[in-house]
């Protein structure tokens, strides 16, 4: 089953969910800034994806501009900001079985689903 990543307030989210929406298969949805991902499902997406986790984070967010930007943070403690302010995690996300992309552009959500 698809999953996606999705925050309501975004117009790339509202985006790649209309894409999920009309491929006609079953998915569920994930309010992540509600329902925020464990730090293993983070490792996961992260290890789909094939990224490191600065690659996840929206870096013209105001929190990681002002709290993040200058520090020099291991993997560990990227994944435990954005655990703590899922604000910071890049959107949508779209997990296709053992495929994921991160729907910025929506042909990457096509290429998986």
Known sequence: MIKIYHNPRCGK????????????????????????PSKEE???????????AIDLVRQKE???VENFRDKKLSDEAIIEAMIKNP???ERPIV???????I?????NIEKIL
């Open 13 to 36: 989210s509202r985006e790649g969910l209309n894409i999920v929406e009309n491929s006609g298969q079953e998915f569920e949805i994930v309010r992540y800034l509600e329902n925020v």
């Open 42 to 52: 983070l490792k996961s997406i992260l290890k789909m994806l094939d990224i490191k």
């Open 62 to 64: 105001k929190i990681w």
């Open 87 to 89: 604000i910071l995690i």
């Open 95 to 101: 997990i296709n079985v053992n495929k994921a992309t």
């Open 103 to 107: 729907g910025r552009s929506p042909q």
